[in-house]
C-alpha cells in the first residue's frame, strides 16, 4: 500500500494523476499554413526522444486554429496541422497507436481574440497551436 501511495504522489507530481492535462510545449504555426517550422522541428524531436525512452506514455495532439476565416476551413486546417505533427513522429520511429491527433478548429482559442475581435497579429499567431496531453504512462 505504501509503494502504491508513492507512486501516485510521483504520478501526481509529474501530472499524470487523475483527469490532470500535461502541455508539454506548443507547436506554433504561421497563418492559414500546416508546414512544420524548422523550431517546430526542433520540439518535435524532443518529444520524440522522450517517446522513445518512455514506451508506454501516449500522447494527444490536439490542433488548434485562429478566428481567422470561416470555421469549417479553420476544423479542416486543424486537422491537417494534427495529421503534419503525427507525421513527423511516426517517421521518427514512434507507433502510431501510441497519438492520437484532434484537429478542434477554433473552438478553444487562448484569448479573447473570437470572430471578428480586433486583436494584433500576435494574440492570434497564439492560437495557431498543437498541444501535446500525456494519456498515461
Known amino acids: 500500500d505504501l509503494v502504491k501511495n508513492d507512486e501516485?504522489?510521483?504520478r501526481k507530481k509529474r501530472g499524470l494523476g487523475g483527469n490532470?492535462?500535461?502541455i508539454i510545449e506548443n507547436i506554433l504555426f504561421d497563418?492559414?499554413?500546416y508546414e512544420l517550422?524548422?523550431?517546430a522541428k526542433q520540439i518535435l524531436d524532443k518529444i520524440i526522444?522522450?517517446?522513445n525512452a518512455n514506451q508506454k506514455i501516449k500522447l494527444e495532439l490536439s490542433a488548434h486554429t485562429d478566428s481567422k476565416g470561416n470555421d469549417a476551413d479553420n476544423l479542416k486546417l486543424s486537422q491537417l496541422r494534427a495529421k503534419s505533427v503525427r507525421e513527423y513522429?511516426?517517421?521518427g520511429g514512434i507507433e502510431g497507436s501510441r497519438l492520437i491527433s484532434v484537429?478542434?478548429?477554433e473552438s478553444r482559442l487562448l484569448n479573447r481574440c473570437k470572430n471578428d475581435a480586433k486583436c494584433s497579429e500576435l494574440e492570434h499567431a497564439q492560437n495557431r497551436r498543437v498541444e501535446f496531453k500525456i494519456l498515461e504512462d
Open 8 to 10: 501516485e504522489r510521483n
Open 103 to 105: 484537429g478542434y478548429g
Open 37 to 39: 517550422l524548422p523550431q
Open 20 to 22: 490532470t492535462k500535461t
Open 49 to 51: 526522444l522522450v517517446l
Open 89 to 91: 513522429i511516426t517517421n
Open 31 to 33: 497563418n492559414n499554413q
